[in-house]
Each structure stands twice: as structure tokens, then as C-alpha cells.
């Protein structure tokens, strides 16, 4: 009886881990379909030069920074807005437009300054609400109150 327990146990781990098998590997050929132009060598080098650089999150950046540092809430709504916006070309700090023309390499720049932008924005917004939190402590401290 042990045998036949351990052999329907050993075939139900087998299959098993061949359907994940299948399944990982369907997945891997779905996103490759829907991402086929993320692993070409013009891609990756608009990623890594949009890290070098676009700059230009600065503005929006210290908007936020500022408006967080008054309060974090207030903070917030300049922070939603510039982070979900489309950066306009201009503002893209491309060096090279021949490079632009070819689709890979621009999906890969604004793609990569997007996540540039987004992650500045919300980083300085996290900075500020620290910052905006620890004068509220100090000044509650200070008065005789705690949180």
C-alpha cells in the first residue's frame, strides 16, 4: 500500500511541477511578445541614456519638496499631478535626434525618464513629509504635547 501511496505521490509532484514548467514558460513567451522591443540593444541604450541625461524632474521635484515640507497633503497634490504627466519632448535632454527616430531607442529614453521622473518626485515628497513631520514633533515637544 506505501508503494502505491509514494507512487501516486511521486507522479502527482512530476506532473505538477511539469505544468509549472509550461506555465512559466508561457508566461515568459507572453511578456516577451507584448515587450519584444525591451531586450534590443537600442532600448537599453536610451534606458541608460535618459539615466545620464534627462535632468529636467528638478522643477516639479522642488515644487513638491516644498509643498510637502508645508504640509504632507498638500504635498501630495503636486506630486499625483507631475508624476502621472507625459514629459514633454523638450524637456526630454536628448543628445543625439537621429537616435530618437528609431523606436526602440525612444520607448526605452522616455520610458526610463518616466521612472526617473516618478521616482524624484515621490522621493522628494518623502523627504519633505519627514521633514514636515519631525518640526511638527519638535514644535509639540517644545509646547508640552505628544503625539
Known amino acids: 500500500m506505501k508503494k502505491y501511496l509514494l507512487l501516486i505521490m511521486a507522479t502527482t509532484a512530476g506532473s505538477f511541477s511539469v505544468k509549472a514548467q509550461i506555465v512559466k514558460s508561457e508566461k515568459i513567451i507572453l511578456t ?3 515587450n519584444e522591443h525591451m531586450y534590443t540593444e537600442q532600448y537599453i541604450r536610451g534606458v541608460r541614456d535618459a539615466e545620464k541625461h534627462f535632468k529636467s524632474y528638478e522643477e516639479s521635484a522642488k515644487i513638491t519638496y516644498y509643498s510637502s515640507i508645508v504640509n504632507p497633503l498638500i504635498g501630495l ?12 519632448e523638450s524637456k526630454l ?5 537621429d537616435l530618437m527616430n528609431n523606436p526602440d531607442y525612444y520607448y ?33 515637544g517644545a509646547v508640552g504635547l505628544s503625539f
Do not use: C
Open 32 to 34: 516577451d511578445i507584448v
Open 77 to 88: 497634490v503636486p506630486a499625483i499631478a507631475n508624476s502621472n504627466t507625459m514629459i514633454p
Open 93 to 97: 535632454n536628448f543628445t543625439n535626434e
Open 108 to 140: 526605452g529614453y522616455t520610458h526610463q525618464a518616466s521612472r526617473v521622473n516618478k521616482a524624484q518626485i515621490w522621493k522628494k515628497w518623502r523627504q519633505g513629509s519627514v521633514i514636515s513631520l519631525a518640526i511638527t514633533g519638535l514644535v509639540l
